[in-house]
């Protein structure tokens, strides 16, 4: 499923992996003028997912640009903004609903915990989707972390990834499933903190979250070890 006819911006969780050297990879309208910001800036071997929100050509399409060393890159879709379907968002005051380093009942590997958001900080039982902030600290291997709509399939993105022993964090948009999402952990031991910011429920100025499909993959997840990766100054 992609982006409605009247969307105006997605809601993208760009993931930049194995760049050769520092290098950024902005996310913007597939416009011929580009802009001179940048939605993340990475150093060598680094990987990281970064949650960016780029408004749409008028052909629904964006443009994925990478500064300088060469990288890979993933991009997921999770939502869309629109003016004629969809939910409005209520920002709420930040507030952390799980912390596992305070109850001392850290991520264990592989394992997915359902989380109840709605009728807690502000969120309501009907709100269909969440945004937060997610942090995953004191991982015990190298890693990931994906947070998706309690009671579907898990997706094969990811929201978050880490090293052992980093500190990684990124904000997120999920659906709800009777208010709840689920929380996984790929690490062999990990802390996790969500904290929400806002919700989307209601009528108004619109978005609807998506399941995760993948919309960008380099080199793709079928290729060869030594597949190409995208260059620096390539663009789509």
């Known amino acids: 499923a992609g982006p409605h006819r009247g969307a105006a911006g997605v809601a993208l969780p760009r993931t930049v992996t194995a760049p050769r050297g520092p290098t950024s990879l902005p996310v913007d309208p597939a416009d011929p003028a580009r802009p001179g910001t940048y939605s993340r800036n990475r150093a060598r071997d680094q990987v990281h997912a970064t949650l960016v929100v780029p408004k749409l050509s008028a052909d629904g399409s964006v443009s994925v640009y990478n500064a300088a060393a060469t990288s890979d890159a993933v991009l997921d879709v999770v939502g869309y903004f629109s003016t004629t379907t969809g939910s409005t968002y209520t920002p709420v005051t930040p507030a952390r609903l799980v912390d596992t380093r305070t109850t001392k009942t850290p991520y264990g590997h592989g394992e997915i915990r359902t989380l109840q958001v709605g009728g807690h900080v502000g969120v309501p039982n009907d709100a ?19 947070v998706f709509p309690a009671g579907t399939s898990r997706p094969s993105t990811s929201t978050l990834n880490f090293a052992r022993g980093e500190i990684a964090t990124n904000r997120v948009v999920t659906g709800l499933s009777n208010g709840r999402p689920s929380i996984y952990s790929q690490a062999t031991r990990a802390d996790v903190i969500f904290a929400v910011v806002g919700y989307f429920g209601g009528s108004g100025r619109r978005s609807r979250p998506l399941p995760p499909p993948r919309a960008l993959a380099t080199p793709p997840p079928n290729a060869a070890a030594n597949a190409t990766p995208r260059p620096a100054g390539a663009a789509p």
């Open 128 to 146: 269909t989707a969440v945004v937060a902030n997610v942090k995953v600290t004191n991982a015990a291997s190298q890693g990931l972390a994906t």
